[in-house]
């Protein structure tokens, strides 16, 4: 995805400061596995200090004096001082943090915290006063005035997913502008606990999915509601006891007004909805072992919020990408639950195969990921069913377009749909971009294997453009539609972590962008001028987040201009060979930078490391 034009053209910034972490719901302790030989040791701790707040405000951070008090209005939980948010009855914020270093190899790690709401709000309804509770970048829980007590309360979190990292703790209290709301807060502590952790497994699981989804529009195709199934196997030798479910576009909500919802679970036992309600811990029945495969089911709903995004709709058009809960990985690293970044992709999934029949008024059009078939539904009805094999995602719009088709040189079938406002001669400039791109970058990476390509069209489009497999959102611009079509390949057929690796999909599709349109990258390279030393090109979205006026600057620009260096130490007959049986090694797979590395290593005599370290690619 990108901010205004994130990708093919240039970034704009935003202050977004997230953490690849994630909050698991609480669950039973199971017996402790055996400490394996190099697991770290747990050492139990309490690394919260002066919870009680008894020593002061250090080392607290408060945004202004008196939010650390023992004044006289209200009471501690214990002793004689506590934090007090807001209460003053006017527009005003109130913020409290403290960093903490979570320790690694306990299994267990408890966020606590005492609370007490007094308010002279009257409704029973409306949220005008909030208090959040977050850990890093992840909310744990939001409160308002609707949530008053006589008393204090405490709350708990399971936080383990931060093992091993520097996070902080924080509170952040709102008022509107009329009838104060107080928020106060008293023994805070983070206990970590538990037996150790044994090495990961780095077998990439859950593996070979496959989805099957029936859903039905309303009549504008904004809301959508039906039920999907993900049948799944255990690759690892690990059993598999839980799995999650990425509810990507939560984001786009609250976690009291959901765009996605899943209910009636089967085939397990849904958890409590972690990581700002994008991911949901599904327990199952009993451990898969390795080979074994399992089916969950649930119903689902989508509700497509206003705006010309990636998911959501602009006028009478909804554009609906990463709508569809798809299957968390589970590999060295453990389970990859990171948050959702807005100004790049978040996303991370395994080669899938999707079953989609979308129910929908005879007045839209449904282009979706893979090849669709039109039958009639119920009265003044249609059902697509779209069938795609080998897709990390499923994505689908819906509106009265405007529809072309045509076939590339090599025959691979496209169409463009276009909204209102997009004149037949931008759309046929699109087709012809669409036809003369699928062709440029099969030519060097291998055959397009997903059948039919969609191009959806609307110039409304802030983040300039976005990829999914068979599928692509996109402004009328001929370089934005080059490189979305390029990650076919670069993310679509070669996968890779979207959110550790960005530069894996977005460098190595605008590298092949300007192969594509004859651009040489002559004497890029010499442009660069790195903003500190932590900037490198390998950095993970959470570094890009806090750092997002440089995104774009480095990943895209930056990384395709190392490509364009290595392809000038290795001559242009040997990056081309090396790309092309990269893709074929790795077609449906998983990229890392270490294997790129070696690969490009492998493919020459020349020692690679001085270009690695001068390029600030690491891994």
């Not at 364009?564 to 001559?571: A, I, K, M, Q």
Request: negative net charge.
């Amino acid at each position: 995805m990108r901010p205004t034009p994130h990708k093919a053209l240039a970034a704009s910034a935003f202050a977004l400061a997230a953490l690849a972490a994630a909050v698991l719901s609480v669950t039973p302790a199971a017996a402790a596995p055996p400490e394996a030989p190099g697991a770290a040791a747990c050492t139990p701790a309490q690394v919260v200090a002066n919870g009680d707040f008894e020593s002061g405000t250090s080392p607290w951070t408060q945004s202004q004096t008196g939010i650390v008090t023992n004044r006289a209005g209200q009471a501690a939980h214990g002793g004689t001082t506590f934090a007090w948010l807001n209460g003053v009855g006017r527009t005003h914020t109130d913020t409290l943090s403290q960093s903490v270093t979570i320790p690694s190899g306990c299994s267990t790690a408890t966020l606590t915290f005492w609370l007490h709401i007094d308010t002279a709000e009257t409704t029973a309804s409306t949220k005008y006063d909030k208090l959040t509770a977050k850990i890093g970048a992840t909310t744990l829980a939001t409160y308002s005035n609707l949530d008053k007590n006589t008393g204090y309360v405490q709350k708990s979190f399971d936080v383990s997913a931060f093992a091993g990292q520097t996070v902080s703790v924080a509170f952040t209290g709102t008022e509107d502008s009329s009838l104060q709301t107080s928020f106060v807060v008293d023994d805070v502590a983070l206990a970590t606990s538990g037996g150790t952790v044994p090495p990961a497994d780095s077998t990439r699981t859950p593996a070979a999915p496959s989805y099957t989804v029936s859903l039905s529009s309303n009549t504008s195709g904004t809301v959508w509601t039906g039920h999907e199934s993900a049948t799944f196997t255990n690759a690892s030798a690990t059993p598999l006891s839980e799995v999650y479910l990425r509810l990507w576009d939560n984001y786009h909500g609250t976690c009291s007004a959901m765009p996605i919802t899943v209910g009636n679970v089967t085939g397990g036992t849904a958890g409590a909805l972690s990581v700002g309600c994008t991911a949901l811990k599904i327990d199952l029945p009993a451990p898969l072992t390795q080979g074994q495969t399992a089916t969950i089911g649930f119903d689902l709903g989508i509700t497509v919020p206003s705006g010309a995004d990636r998911f959501g709709y602009d006028g009478a058009f909804s554009f609906i990408g990463n709508a569809l809960p798809v299957l968390a990985v589970r590999d060295a690293a453990g389970w990859h639950l990171d948050p959702y970044t807005n100004n790049g992709e978040s996303f991370y999934s395994l080669a899938a195969d999707f079953r989609v029949a979308l129910d929908h008024p005879n007045t839209l059009l449904v282009p979706a990921t893979g090849g669709s078939v039109d039958t009639p539904g119920s009265s003044g009805r249609t059902v697509t069913t779209a069938t795609a094999s080998k897709v990390r995602d499923f994505a689908w719009a819906a509106g009265p377009f405007s529809k072309i088709s045509g076939s590339s040189a090599a025959g691979t079938p496209v169409n463009v749909y276009s909204v209102s406002g997009i004149s037949s001669a931008d759309a046929q400039s699109m087709l012809t971009t669409a036809k003369s791109a699928v062709d440029a970058h099969a030519a060097r990476f291998g055959a397009y294997p997903y059948g039919e390509l969609d191009a959806v069209i609307d110039n409304n489009f802030w983040f300039g453009g976005m990829e999914y497999p068979g599928f692509v959102l996109d402004l009328v611009s001929t370089t934005a539609l080059t490189h979305e079509i390029g990650h076919q390949w670069w993310y679509g057929i070669v996968g890779d972590d979207q959110y550790t690796s960005p530069w894996l999909d977005e460098a190595f599709t605008d590298y092949s962008t300007d192969l594509a349109l004859n651009k040489t990258g002559a004497n890029c390279w010499n442009s660069v001028s790195w903003a500190g030393s932590t900037e490198k090109i390998t950095n993970s979205m959470a570094y890009w987040d806090a750092h997002s006026s440089r995104y774009s600057t480095v990943i895209y620009g930056y990384g395709k201009c190392a490509l364009h260096d290595l392809r000038r130490v290795l001559g242009d007959s040997v990056m081309a060979k090396l790309l092309k049986d990269y893709a074929t090694s790795h077609w449906y797979g998983v990229s890392t930078t270490a294997e790129f590395k070696a690969a490009a290593q492998a493919a020459t005599t020349t020692d690679l490391t001085s270009f690695w370290a001068q390029h600030r690619i690491d891994g």
